[in-house]
C-alpha cells in the first residue's frame, strides 16, 4: 500500500494541483455551515467559488466511478454544483430536515438518471458516447443501482471530509509533522524507522506524533460535525 500523507519539500509524494488554493479557502471558512450561510446572497461569487472548489474534486470521482468520460464526468459535475448552489439559494436545503450530504448525494443521483435518459432517447452530444456506466447498468435509476451509487458518494464524501480535516491540520502543524503521525498510525511503521526516514530524533517523532494525535481528538469531531451539517 503506498504512503498517503503529506509531502515535505523534499518528499517524493507530489502536491497536487491547487492544494494551496484550498488551504487558502479552507482558513477563510472554518465550516461548512458558514459557507452554506453566504451562499444565499446572489452576489457573492466568493461563496460559489469556494463551494465548487470544496465539492467539484469529489464530483467527478463519482461521476468517473461510473465509466464516464472526463468531459462527461465533468459536465455532470458542473451541473451538480449548479444545481445545488441554486437549491440552496432558494432554501431548498433545510438543515434541521436531513444532511448536506444525503441532499447533495440526492441531486447527483437526480444528474446520473437525466444522463442516463437522454442517452437512451438519442440525446445530442457527449451524452451518447458509451460508457462502461450505460452499457453495464439496464436502468440504472434502479433501486439497486441507486444503493451502489449512495454507497460510493458516502465513501468518497468521507474521503473528502478526511483531507479537509487534514488541510485544516496543516495551520497548526508542518508537513513533516503529519507525516509522523500517519507513518506511525496509519501505515504502522516503527518510530525508530521514521526517525531514520525524516531525519529526526527517536524522541521528536514520539513527541509530534503525540501532539498530533491529541490535535485531532480535540478538534476531529467537532470539526466532522461542522462538515456534516
Not at 459557507?35 to 465548487?52: G, M, Q, T
Not at 441554486?86 to 433545510?94: E, H, Q, T, V
Not at 509522523?180 to 524507522?193: D, N
Request: overall charge positive; some cysteine; hydrophobic content about 40%.
Amino acid at each position: 500500500m503506498r504512503d498517503t500523507y503529506p509531502a515535505d519539500n523534499t518528499g517524493k509524494v507530489a502536491i497536487r494541483k491547487g492544494f494551496f488554493l484550498q488551504l487558502f479557502w479552507a482558513a477563510m471558512f472554518t465550516t461548512v455551515s458558514e459557507l452554506i450561510s453566504r451562499l444565499p446572497s446572489a452576489d457573492d461569487d466568493e461563496a460559489w467559488e469556494v463551494f465548487n472548489a470544496q465539492y467539484s474534486p469529489m464530483l467527478k470521482r463519482f461521476f468517473s466511478g461510473f465509466g464516464t468520460s472526463g468531459d462527461l464526468a465533468r459536465d455532470m459535475t458542473q451541473d451538480t454544483i449548479e444545481k445545488a448552489v441554486n437549491g440552496l439559494r432558494s432554501g431548498a436545503y433545510l438543515r434541521d430536515r436531513g444532511r448536506l450530504r444525503d441532499w447533495m448525494s440526492g441531486i447527483a443521483k437526480n444528474v446520473l438518471r437525466e444522463h442516463w435518459r437522454k442517452a437512451q432517447r438519442g440525446g445530442g452530444g457527449p451524452v451518447q458516447a458509451k460508457t462502461m456506466f450505460w452499457e453495464s447498468c439496464t436502468d440504472p435509476t434502479a433501486e439497486g443501482a441507486m444503493r451502489a451509487a449512495d454507497d460510493r458518494f458516502d465513501e468518497l464524501w468521507v474521503r473528502a471530509r478526511l483531507a479537509a480535516l487534514i488541510r485544516h491540520a496543516l495551520g497548526s502543524f508542518s508537513r513533516r509533522d503529519l507525516r509522523c503521525y500517519f507513518l506511525i498510525e496509519v501505515h504502522r511503521r516503527p518510530i525508530a524507522q521514521v526517525a531514520q526516514r525524516l531525519g529526526m530524533s527517536v524522541s521528536a517523532v514520539y513527541n509530534r506524533r503525540r501532539a498530533v494525535a491529541s490535535w485531532f481528538r480535540a478538534v476531529g469531531p467537532r470539526f466532522i460535525s461542522q462538515w456534516e451539517k
